[in-house]
């Protein structure tokens, strides 16, 4: 069967690799992708996933791309990359993902001091779970590397195909 496109897919496709202005006034400081931003923030929130081979930023991509996500999720976390970026401009000058690992996480313990960043550092981490613990079919705990690390084995019956 072959895949219709339309504007509307295009743009749902489009949505991780549109760009995100970093502003603070009128002064551009640089531009970034929701998907580069994210994938150091969850590197931040949990460095040993890469160590692990768990790919936590191809599982967001699964995330931002399915229908059963709401517009609202997928909003919320593209705003938030915003957000992470504006504090990083706040405090430094430069985007999130243009700063030293220290700087990172002086921004972070900053951003985490108002409830909505926090709110969307724990929505972030949902997700990281997610993908570190989810059956390998969904493709971000591979090899079941999250469930080994943690000594867990996987339900019964696994699922056949995903459904997300």
Known sequence: MKKRFSRRNFLKTGFLSSAVLVMSGCNVFAITTPQETLALLQKDLFPQANALGIATAPYLSIVFHHSRISKADK??????VKWLNEEAVTLYKRSYTQLLSTQREAVLRSFTQESWGESYLANVMNYLF???LGDPIYGGNNKEAGWKWLAFEGGQPRPKERYL
Not at 75 to 80: E, R
């Open 75 to 80: 909003v919320y976390l593209k705003n938030g």
């Open 130 to 132: 997610e993908a570190m």
